[in-house]
Every structure is written in C-alpha cells, then in structure tokens.
Nanobody, 126 residues
Framework: QVQLVESGGGSVQAGGSLRLACAASGYTFSNKFLGWFRQAPGKEREGVAAIFPLTGCGITYYADSVKGRFTISQDNAKNTVFQQMNSLKTEDTAMYYC?????????????????WGQGTQVTVSS
C-alpha cells in the first residue's frame, strides 16, 4: 500500500522559511513526476513544483509565483521529496500536498497523479 506523509508545515512570519518533506512508503521513485500542490480556502488546488526523478539529478519545474523562492529536491535513498520554501509571503498560506506517479497530463494537472498525501498546513502571517 502506497503512503505519502507530509511534514514540516507550520506558522511563520512573512519573509521566513519552512522546509516540507514528503516521505513515501510502498512506492519507489522512478520515472514519474513527484509534485507539490497547495490549496487555499475557496481556491482550486494548484501545482507549486514538481520533480522528475533521474539518477544523479532531477529535472524540476516551478509555478511562476514561487520561482526563485521554493526549491524541490529528492533523496532517493530515503524515498523522500522536499520543498524548501524561502521568503514566504502571506499568499503562500495554504494546505500543501505532495503527489506521486503522474500518469497523464503535465505536472500541474492534479487529476493526473495517482497518489496523494494528507497535506500539511502552512500559515504565513504579516
């Protein structure tokens, strides 16, 4: 049974940093995208970042709103994907989810992922 468990969320002031982690069990990183999504109250789930696991380095993609502030990375040995979030803004406040095994569409397509975690809350205050 595949499980994705996110951690690292919390409350931080604007300008601060958080590092999210998504630990996968029952699933081995391969040639399918892993992604981070977020959903704020009343808004649709949006793709934040994604990584295409390749031995040695992963190809990464970012939403324009987080480019230069967020960094997605992977640790294949620990079956974990991370998201370092710097220079956080109040508009980054949302529930953050990791997703694995993109089987259709592009990395931003939430409907294209097979597995999802339960989410971790990130709250950024001014």
């Amino acid at each position: 049974q595949v499980q994705l468990v996110e951690s690292g969320g919390g409350s931080v002031q604007a300008g601060g940093s958080l590092r999210l982690a998504c630990a996968a069990s029952g699933y081995t990183f391969s040639n399918k995208f892993l992604g981070w999504f977020r959903q704020a109250p009343g808004k649709e789930r949006e793709g934040v970042a994604a990584i295409f696991p390749l031995t040695g380095c992963g190809i990464t993609y970012y939403a324009d709103s987080v480019k230069g502030r967020f960094t997605i990375s992977q640790d294949n040995a620990k079956n974990t994907v991370f998201q370092q979030m710097n220079s956080l803004k109040t508009e980054d406040t949302a529930m953050y989810y990791c997703a694995a095994d993109l089987y259709r569409g592009n990395w931003r397509d939430a409907n294209g992922y097979t597995y999802w975690g339960q989410g971790t809350q990130v709250t950024v205050s001014s």
